[in-house]
């Protein structure tokens, strides 16, 4: 059974940055791609950032140029880089990961962005 832990949210102003961490009981490349979702209230989960098993990464339109989805290979551990935090980007984050069969999620990390 693969396990997904995330870590490293908070409260952070307008402007900040956050580091969130998804680690994985197994390793990662073990999966054909990971991701972040995020969900705030009232609204559809919905894809902030995705990374393939080669690497190849995409990014949702409201994070493009703001956020970097990356990992450690070693650590199986999948990384959000959040640089120019929004009021907007207030959710939960969800980490996922894809294979053959049904998707893994982890429980969230809350992200609270407010002055």
């Known amino acids: 059974q693969v396990q997904l832990v995330e870590s490293g949210g908070g409260l952070m102003q307008p402007g900040g940055s956050l580091r969130l961490s998804c680690a994985a009981s197994?390793?990662?490349?073990?999966?054909?791609?990971m991701a972040w979702y995020r969900q705030a209230p009232g609204k559809q989960r919905e894809l902030v950032a995705a990374?393939?098993?080669?690497?190849?990464?995409n990014y949702a339109d409201s994070v493009k140029g703001r956020f970097t989805i990356f990992r450690d290979i070693a650590k199986n551990t999948m990384y959000l880089q959040m640089n120019s935090l929004k009021l907007e980007d207030t959710a939960v984050y969800y980490c996922?990961?894809?294979?053959?069969?049904?998707?893994?999620w982890g429980q969230g990390t809350q992200v609270t962005v407010s002055s």
């Open positions: 990374i393939t098993k080669i690497g190849h990464t």
């Open positions: 197994g390793s990662i490349l073990s999966f054909n791609a």
């Open positions: 996922k990961a894809q294979n053959v069969g049904p998707d893994y």
